[in-house]
């Protein structure tokens, strides 16, 4: 005891080396990277690609050698990361595993499952640690967005590669792979192959959890982001997540990812509860309740994969399409801080009323709505608004819907609402007037809301800019909105992302008309180009039918209309806290 004490003493509490932190932590998820892959040789194949004793044989080892190094650097203090040791989690997957090595030892066949679950769910969690150490040793901390969906991608292009992941007699080349992963990444709703017939359970889960994935990191992101916004906090201390975790004060951003979370969790249970008997046909309960969760994960997160073939045009007037999916679209639409603020005000009214009702002492001060909820909340139903007329007189006047009055007012109530990112449709694009389409290229354009798994511009950027026209229109010498001045770095920014993204626009489609020359017509090539820029999912049928490199063209087009505004909008936050010490000369020029 004596001489582990001075070994303790000596060398157990010293902290690792900083060095060698990146090395180990390497190591650590190449064990697990490997024996995940062992798991793939062995399920991701019709037959597996080596012996199936040999793949045990690996899973296992790597499995002790990764549970070893884990609990000696636990037992000696020597974490390649702060924060990253052992945690409750770790153990329960840790007894998983020696469970299922137990349990196969004795016979039991099936048993094996928990070590291969134990080995994939490491592997993830390695993933996330090597996240959280990048963001923290990255030079500039707002590459870790783009940096982490691009890993997710691969990893979503490598799982949908395998033969299990589609069905036998229909394989998928790496572009559609690619083009697919990124589309459920970037929770866009574009397809190259139909998902419910071109993918079996596997690959339906691994979209599944590639939206879900992939969402939750915008919304997080996006959410933190704008709270930065409202606090005035450096971006360098708080872009990435992790730093934000514990730079921020505790019972803000942990209670808020939380709320996150939690929220997102409930409301797709409770959509998919809803969704269950409102679906058509001979279902089985295995059936229903798979449509069910996957509709909710996409229609909440805004993604517009469906399983149905051909979107919810089966159920065009159904209730399942307005009295469910439409204000699940919406809720998810509109962003988180609104949400909080939203559920925050009502809970302190609620509070504030039911004193004042047993004659209690209010000393609280009651939650009022902000700047930010009462702009997006305006301009979310203005847009709608704005959407249900326009398409409504563009199929009236057009006369080609051999429909009345009150099913096209109901098209058009659910095409407003769900062209702005969401991806379904009750109505086939080539059966839309012209002035629809325009209307709905608008609303792609611009989008849901910040802090949202909706794409776009977003409403705030829209908000801001008409806000500021109508400042310059009334000589006023600051923009306002709701009695607020806004400031004027905030409205570069604003019409900064609105050209930038206007310009990925019209690259898009400028290249894609050089790559797609002749094979589509213009107005296809537009829509889907926009449709990919706001990660919409509505389209003519390019994305199907394009060329190899009018694929790759849209798959960075997604990436780009995903990670970009982010991006850059974490780019000008830090541009902007440094002060330059000199200005130039002012001289106008000829603006008419």
């Known amino acids: 005891m004596t001489a582990l004490g001075d070994f303790n003493a000596r060398y157990g509490r010293l902290p690792e080396p900083p060095r060698l932190r990146p090395v180990v932590l390497g190591l650590r998820l190449l064990l697990m990277a490997l024996a995940a892959a062992a798991v793939a040789l062995e399920h991701g194949f019709h037959e597996p690609r080596l012996t199936v004793l040999i793949l045990r044989g690996a899973e296992a ?6 549970t070893t190094d884990v609990l000696l650097r636990r037992k000696f203090k020597r974490e390649p990361l702060p924060g990253a040791g052992v945690n409750a989690l770790d153990y329960g997957l840790f007894v998983i595993g020696g469970l299922g090595l137990v349990g196969f ?27 959280m150490a990048m963001s923290s040793a990255l030079a500039r901390p707002g590459l870790l967005l783009p940096v982490s969906f ?36 970037c929770v866009t709703g574009l397809t190259v192959r139909d998902t419910a017939t071109g993918f079996t359970a596997f690959g339906h889960t691994v979209i599944a959890i590639l939206i879900q994935l992939g969402a939750l990191g915008i919304i997080i992101f996006g959410s933190v982001l704008a709270l930065m916004f409202g606090h005035g906090l450096s971006l360098r201390d708080n872009v990435s997540l992790s730093e934000m975790l514990h730079d921020q004060p505790m019972n803000q951003i942990t209670r808020f990812v939380r709320f996150i979370v939690l929220v997102t969790l409930g409301i797709e249970l409770l959509t998919a509860a809803a969704l269950y008997p409102l679906w058509h046909g001979d279902m089985s309960m295995s059936q229903r309740t798979t449509m069910s ?20 045009i089966g159920y065009r007037y159904a209730p399942l399409t307005h009295l469910v999916i439409m204000p699940i679209i919406g809720i998810g639409a509109i962003g988180f801080p609104v ?18 009702k047993d004659r209690q002492e209010v000393s609280l001060r009651t939650a009022h709505l902000n700047l930010h909820t009462r702009i997006v909340l305006v301009t979310a139903m203005s847009l709608w608004i704005f959407g249900i007329i326009g398409i409504t007189a563009g199929e009236l006047v057009a006369g080609g819907q051999p429909h009345s009055f009150g099913h096209t007012l109901l098209d058009s109530v659910f095409l407003a609402q769900a062209s702005r990112t969401a991806g379904f449709t009750t109505v086939a694009m080539d059966e839309l ?23 776009g511009m977003k409403t705030t950027v829209l908000a801001l800019l008409l806000l500021s026209v109508f400042a310059t229109l009334r000589n006023r010498p600051e923009t306002e909105g709701f009695r607020r001045t806004l400031s004027d770095a905030l409205v570069r920014r604003a019409a900064t992302i609105a050209v930038c993204y206007v310009a990925l626009a019209v690259g898009a489609i400028l290249l894609l008309s050089l790559t797609e020359a002749g094979r589509f017509p213009l107005q296809a090539i537009v ?66």
């Open 339 to 356: 949400i909080e603020n939203v559920w925050r005000t009502f809970k302190s009214r609620v509070r504030t009323w039911w004193r004042r």
């Open 61 to 66: 080892l790597l499995l002790a050698a990764y």
């Open 527 to 592: 829509f889907d180009t926009v449709s990919a820029v706001g990660t919409v999912g509505l389209a003519f049928g390019v994305p199907g039918d394009a060329s190899d490199a009018g694929k790759a063209i849209l798959s960075g087009t997604m990436f780009l209309g995903r990670v970009g505004p982010l991006t850059l909008l974490g780019a000008l936050m830090l541009a902007g806290r440094r002060r330059q010490a000199y200005r130039y000369a002012h001289e106008d020029v000829v603006l008419g």
């Open 293 to 312: 969760l996957f509709h909710a994960v996409s229609a909440f997160c805004n993604a517009g994969f469906d399983l149905t073939g051909e979107s919810l």
């Open 105 to 131: 030892a004795l016979g039991f066949e099936q048993a094996w499952r928990f070590v291969e679950f134990a080995a994939v769910a490491f592997f993830c969690a390695e993933l996330w640690r090597s996240n």
């Open 433 to 455: 007037s012209d002035t629809s389409i325009f209307t709905l290229i608008v609303l792609m354009l611009i989008g849901g809301s910040p802090g949202s798994p909706a794409g």
């Open 150 to 185: 691009f890993l997710l991608v691969a990893v979503g292009t490598l799982l949908l590669m395998m033969p299990v992941a589609t069905p036998f007699d229909q394989p998928i080349g790496w572009i559609d792979a690619l083009f697919t992963a990124t589309s459920a990444v």
